[in-house]
């Protein structure tokens, strides 16, 4: 069973930095994309970054370039989500999902976690 465990969310100041994880079970750490969506209310969910488990390419959205970086551990089957000179915009509900390599969407998902940067 296919399962996504975030944590690290929490509330911070504008400039600030949180440390996402994204722990894993119930796959071989390979041959899997693991990616970050956010959500903020009242706004469509959106991709924010995306990591290779085999190769570890990783890819941004142009908001977060420069300013936030995933990771992974492949001991510890987790992935991490480093956000640094957070704004407020970062707000939102943050997700890690899940897909194979050779998928186009995401069938597993966590459960999110809440990161609010105040102004």
């Known amino acids: 069973q296919v399962q996504l465990v975030e944590s690290g969310g929490g509330l911070v100041q504008a400039g600030g930095s949180l440390r996402l994880s994204c722990a894993v079970s119930?796959?071989?750490?390979?041959?899997?994309?693991i990616a970050w969506f956010r959500q903020a209310t009242g706004k469509e969910r959106e991709f924010v970054t995306r990591i290779n488990l085999n190769g570890g390419t990783t890819y941004y959205t142009d908001s977060v370039k420069g300013r936030f970086t995933i990771s992974k551990d492949n001991r510890r089957n987790t992935v991490y989500l480093q956000m640094n000179s957070l704004k407020p915009e970062d707000t939102a509900l943050y997700y890690c999902?899940?897909?194979?390599?050779?998928?186009?969407?995401?069938?597993?998902w966590g459960q999110g976690t809440q990161v609010t940067v105040s102004s």
């Open positions: 999902a899940l897909r194979r390599d050779s998928e186009s969407k995401y069938p597993y």
């Open positions: 119930g796959i071989a750490f390979s041959n899997w994309f």
